[in-house]
């Protein structure tokens, strides 16, 4: 089996630096390595030869100081390497890059393309959607197992936001990993002074096109106006607790409460009517996340004057309808394609590529989950349009165009999108946006009939899509308890996890419990995980790193409690406690209680 796996070089985006007067992010000193998510997929492609034979390929396409971190993968063990090196590369954003690696695929054979599930320093997702639409190949993203069947077959195991599905897939493929594949190995000395003597191709543009405005700036659909810090202003007062002082915590949720008043009596804000009734669509699909967040950006765009359709390609409830009519759509454009009933991101693409096609709307919208990310990286690809991933924010410009802002660099700053192509296509981060309710209208239905009878989709393995119970539904919830690797332990963790439940708050937990298997992915709050806006936000055991705040900055009013003092998250909410939690949390669960059950409901 031929593997070549896409890696990327990239920055430690914790040591990054933001000149606040500038605007721009200080790279002097900063280190470059593998992206860790690539790193996992070399691992995944070594193991699969392992097993059946072949050869792995590493590809990349960077500056030549890329040439380290090919040398790194050969010294894991591939067999070769090639690096797309030229200055006619230079500022190509995901596209552009797409088109690059997919054209230098073309020039060798292969059975699988492996990638990480996103590179950390643009944390898009999607690029292999991009290359697997560019390849016309099968596609499965965000695999945590893989199984080789024989030499045309694998079973993959993927996580999606409601919980997992098993697919078995025939070859040519194209795959990216998350952590939890597996661990990769650590080259020993040995190792990579072999690996200076293995083969290494540089590959300019000519090797791939004779027109080099395919690439770089001048092949990039979208450009960053501008980036700003991600840093948010909160005033934290923080309250040291000593066993038997009751009256600090009194004093602690007495603010809490103040401040939940404050806010809720402030919260109201006009809506922004500059869209001028162009045109924007959101793309429904299949899935809790997927149609929540369909209703959350059909209001966000209503709300910015927008005359939005829900785009369905699949089937939809008439209950989702009227939903999509109280969130402020004013049309329903139904697209109805023929194949299997099996999932097939290609299917959909074509069917949302030809309705844009045919009347082509100001702005797409998809939701940036598994499902979204795949159709919307294969639209892109398909038609050359810019698109902006894990959009967590719109902005109109005062010449009325549509500005997405989207996280970057592990969190620690905001970059402003615009395509300069049309229409422009975004996923949006679910939860990022409230779902507004307004009185339902029978929407204007078109529909749009395709033969797709010829694109299949993945075979699902038998009762093997698991559905994980009573996770909470933490986009919509008014208050949110989560805890952190400080509670100490799994056990503590459910522990706590009851006493929310007790309290009447939904519960989430940071990535470093979730990698540690204390709780389910779905649970995560952060850059990697959901994005919550709720009422009142409590973290227990929680350190407070950026990756993880992000994910909780639009909550109204942030309670932490923590027994290091020095701990950041004291530099993150609006209240803090010092003290052991075990102490603390059994002092203070009734008046959170009374608080969560006068909290406003959300839709």
Same mark, same amino acid.
Request: charge should be neutral; include cysteine; charged fraction near 25%.
């Given at each position: 089996?031929?593997?070549?796996?896409?890696?990327?070089?990239?920055?430690?985006?914790?040591?990054?630096?933001?000149?606040?007067?500038?605007?721009? !992010?200080?790279?002097?000193?900063?280190?470059?390595?593998?992206?860790?998510?690539?790193?996992?997929?070399?691992?995944?492609?070594?193991?699969?030869?392992?097993?059946?034979?072949?050869?792995?390929?590493?590809?990349?396409?960077?500056?030549?100081?890329?040439?380290?971190?090919?040398?790194?993968?050969?010294?894991?063990?591939?067999?070769?390497?090639?690096?797309?090196?030229?200055?006619?590369?230079?500022?190509?954003?995901?596209?552009?890059?797409?088109?690059?690696?997919?054209?230098?695929?073309?020039?060798?054979?292969?059975?699988?393309?492996?990638?990480?599930?996103?590179?950390?320093?643009?944390?898009?997702?999607?690029?292999?959607?991009?290359?697997?639409?560019?390849?016309?190949?099968?596609?499965?993203?965000?695999?945590?197992?893989?199984?080789?069947?024989?030499?045309?077959?694998?079973?993959?195991?993927?996580?999606?936001?409601?919980?997992?599905?098993?697919?078995?897939?025939?070859?040519?493929?194209?795959?990216?990993?998350?952590?939890?594949?597996?661990?990769?190995?650590?080259?020993? !000395?040995?190792?990579?002074?072999?690996? /200076?003597?293995?083969?290494?191709?540089?590959?300019?543009?000519?090797?791939?096109?004779?027109?080099?405005?395919?690439?770089?700036?001048?092949?990039?659909?979208?450009?960053?106006?501008?980036?700003?810090?991600?840093?948010?202003?909160?005033?934290?007062?923080?309250?040291?607790?000593?066993?038997?002082?009751?009256?600090?915590?009194?004093?602690?949720?007495?603010?809490?409460? /103040?401040?939940?008043?404050?806010?809720?009596?402030?919260?109201?804000?006009?809506?922004?009517?500059?869209?001028?009734?162009?045109?924007?669509?959101?793309?429904?699909?299949?899935?809790?996340?997927?149609?929540?967040?369909?209703?959350?950006?059909?209001?966000?765009?209503?709300?910015?004057?927008?005359?939005?359709?829900?785009?369905?390609?699949?089937?939809?409830?008439?209950?989702?309808?009227?939903?999509?009519?109280?969130?402020?759509?004013?049309?329903?454009?139904?697209?109805?394609?023929?194949?299997?009933?099996?999932?097939?991101?290609?299917?959909?693409?074509?069917?949302?590529?030809?309705?844009?096609?045919?009347?082509?709307?100001?702005?797409?919208?998809?939701?940036?989950?598994?499902?979204?990310?795949?159709?919307?990286?294969?639209?892109?690809?398909?038609?050359?349009?810019?698109?902006?991933?894990?959009?967590?924010?719109?902005?109109?410009?005062?010449?009325?165009?549509?500005?997405?802002?989207?996280?970057?660099?592990?969190?620690?700053?905001?970059?402003?999108?615009?395509?300069?192509?049309?229409?422009?296509?975004?996923?949006?981060?679910?939860?990022?946006?409230?779902?507004?309710?307004?009185?339902?209208?029978?929407?204007?239905?078109?529909?749009?009939?395709?033969?797709?009878?010829?694109?299949?989709?993945?075979?699902?393995?038998?009762?093997?899509?698991?559905?994980?119970?009573?996770?909470?539904?933490?986009?919509?919830?008014?208050?949110?308890?989560?805890?952190?690797?400080?509670?100490?332990?799994?056990?503590?963790?459910?522990?706590?996890?009851?006493?929310?439940?007790?309290?009447?708050?939904?519960?989430?937990?940071?990535?470093?419990?979730?990698?540690?298997?204390?709780?389910?992915?779905?649970?995560?709050?952060?850059?990697?995980?959901?994005?919550?806006?709720?009422?009142?936000?409590?973290?227990?055991?929680?350190?407070?790193?950026?990756?993880?705040?992000?994910?909780?900055?639009?909550?109204?009013?942030? !309670?932490?409690?923590?027994?290091?003092?020095?701990?950041?998250?004291?530099?993150?909410?609006?209240?803090?406690?010092?003290?052991?939690?075990?102490?603390?949390?059994?002092?203070?669960?009734?008046?959170?209680?009374?608080?969560?059950?006068?909290?406003?409901?959300?839709?």
């Amino acid at each position: 089996m031929k593997t070549v796996v896409l890696v990327k070089m990239v920055p430690d985006v914790s040591e990054f630096k933001f000149d606040i007067e500038k605007k721009t !992010l200080i790279r002097e000193g900063v280190r470059n390595f593998m992206n860790p998510y690539d790193r996992r997929a070399v691992e995944a492609g070594l193991r699969i030869r392992e097993s059946l034979g072949g050869s792995v390929t590493v590809l990349s396409m960077g500056p030549p100081a890329a040439e380290e971190v090919l040398r790194d993968a050969l010294s894991m063990g591939v067999d070769e390497a090639v690096l797309l090196t030229d200055r006619a590369f230079a500022g190509s954003d995901t596209l552009a890059t797409a088109r690059a690696l997919s054209l230098a695929l073309r020039r060798t054979t292969f059975d699988l393309v492996i990638g990480g599930k996103y590179s950390v320093d643009s944390e898009t997702s999607q690029l292999l959607p991009e290359v697997a639409e560019l390849l016309d190949a099968s596609l499965v993203t965000n695999a945590r197992k893989i199984e080789p069947l024989d030499r045309r077959s694998l079973r993959v195991e993927r996580e999606v936001e409601d919980g997992f599905e098993t697919f078995r897939v025939s070859l040519p493929l194209v795959l990216s990993v998350n952590e939890k594949i597996n661990k990769a190995r650590t080259p020993t !000395l040995a190792d990579r002074e072999k690996a /200076k003597s293995l083969p290494l191709y540089k590959w300019g543009f000519p090797m791939l096109s004779a027109d080099p405005s395919a690439f770089g700036q001048k092949g990039s659909p979208t450009e960053v106006l501008r980036v700003f810090d991600a840093a948010y202003s909160r005033t934290p007062q923080v309250f040291e607790f000593e066993t038997g002082k009751r009256d600090y915590l009194l004093a602690a949720i007495g603010l809490v409460r /103040k401040l939940l008043s404050e806010k809720q009596s402030s919260s109201g804000h006009p809506l922004e009517v500059m869209g001028s009734g162009r045109r924007a669509w959101s793309v429904h699909l299949p899935g809790q996340a997927e149609e929540r967040t369909s209703l959350e950006v059909i209001s966000k765009l209503s709300e910015l004057g927008f005359s939005t359709t829900a785009v369905v390609p699949t089937e939809i409830s008439n209950e989702m309808i009227l939903k999509a009519s109280e969130s402020g759509a004013s049309s329903l454009l139904e697209i109805r394609t023929k194949g299997n009933s099996h999932w097939s991101s290609k299917r959909i693409a074509l069917g949302v590529s030809a309705a844009i096609e045919r009347n082509p709307p100001y702005v797409v919208c998809f939701p940036s989950t598994v499902r979204g990310r795949e159709v919307a990286g294969r639209v892109a690809a398909r038609l050359g349009l810019g698109l902006t991933g894990d959009a967590v924010d719109f902005r109109l410009r005062e010449d009325g165009e549509l500005v997405q802002q989207k996280p970057a660099f592990g969190g620690s700053i905001i970059a402003e999108i615009l395509s300069k192509t049309s229409p422009q296509l975004a996923t949006v981060r679910p939860g990022v946006f409230e779902i507004t309710s307004r009185t339902a209208a029978a929407l204007d239905r078109k529909v749009i009939e395709l033969d797709t009878a010829g694109i299949e989709g993945l075979e699902s393995e038998p009762e093997a899509r698991e559905r994980l119970p009573n996770l909470g539904d933490l986009d919509r919830a008014s208050a949110i308890l989560v805890g952190g690797y400080g509670v100490g332990s799994a056990e503590e963790l459910t522990k706590l996890r009851k006493m929310a439940e007790e309290i009447g708050m939904a519960f989430g937990a940071t990535r470093k419990v979730v990698d540690l298997g204390w709780a389910p992915p779905q649970l995560q709050v952060g850059l990697t995980g959901k994005s919550v806006a709720p009422e009142l936000y409590i973290t227990v055991g929680v350190s407070g790193a950026i990756n993880h705040v992000i994910g909780a900055r639009r909550a109204k009013v942030i !309670l932490a409690v923590n027994n290091q003092r020095s701990a950041p998250i004291f530099k993150h909410c609006d209240v803090g406690i010092v003290g052991n939690y075990q102490e603390v949390m059994p002092e203070i669960s009734e008046e959170l209680k009374l608080i969560a059950e006068n909290l406003p409901k959300r839709r």
